[in-house]
């Protein structure tokens, strides 16, 4: 069987919510995971997903090796997560995709029991739409050009919001109204209207992000960070202005992958909370996320009367399945059905 490569390290056990777990102390399958993960080219999100539910599963199991581990083990910790930190369903198959990934891809363990887990149903729930009146009172009130521009970029264009954060100046096409979505979800590329009332802030929030991509050549700091190989292909694209962030960070950080400090893109969390504070502030109670902005703009095109495979390319969806969900929000409130109750009021009144 495998040794655990046992070395000090300064990390307190994680918050479980069930049965306390100890120190993760074996960072040789971390390193292996994570080499594979990115020889895959998967996202950093799914670098960090995946690494975190190793992490839980071997802190789980007392630092046990997972080659030594049987199926028994594998359901022992899923039906922890559901039944003492009770998880979401979504996040119950994400585990065990993580699970699947470590035996078959990092390890090359078959395991055919793997396969024989059930997967947790994951019930499709109606997603939560703004009205109009509510998104502008939202965009009104949050803090900043830049945020308030992102959440009308969100809304206007249907991104998700890594793909706006995401963004480089390349991306932006004034001339032809459109916005080039670079390796979205599924790695897939897409184009995207840029919307006309947009265009003087988009100018401006450039012409902040030039201020940053000047004092960085200024500074001899080593640009952005480039997707897959063109930073060894491209040398010097990185600290090119056509790659450089549209919505950049104020400070320098070190990139999570490489241990380069550079500029790096606006930070997701620090817009959530933002978002949040705007959503609390207008009064509105619906649990509203910035991921909202997405649902709002689909549903609105369907009223506007496009058709479903419109919104579906705009979207980037690769099942048309899953852009039907907006026709059942539209549905909410019957669909334009009288209620029979409004008619025995009618006569009432009359």
Known sequence: ??????TPRREPPESSGGAALPPLRSVRLMDQLRERIRFLHYSQRTEEAYTYWCRTFIRFHRLQHPSTLDANAVEAFLSWLANERGVAASTHRQALSALLFLYGKVLGVHLPWMQEIG?????RRLPVVLIQDELARIFALLEGGEHRLLAQLLYG????????????VKDLDFDHRALIVREGKGAKDRVVMLPDSLLPALREQLARARVYWEADQAAGKGGVAMPDALERKYPRAGASWAWFWVFPQATHSTDPRS???RRHHLYDQT???AFKRAVTAAGI??????HTLRHSFATHLLQAGYDIRTVQELLGHADVATTMIYTHVLK???GGVRSPMDSLAGRANA
């Open 1 to 6: 069987m495998p040794s655990v490569s046992i």
């Open 119 to 123: 997967r947790p149903r994951v019930q």
């Open 157 to 168: 264009t249907g991104l998700r919001i890594s793909e706006a954060l995401e963004l480089r």
């Open 259 to 261: 241990g380069v400090i």
């Open 271 to 273: 817009f959530q909370r």
């Open 285 to 290: 109670h619906k649990p509203a996320t910035p």
């Open 332 to 334: 909410v409130g019957g």
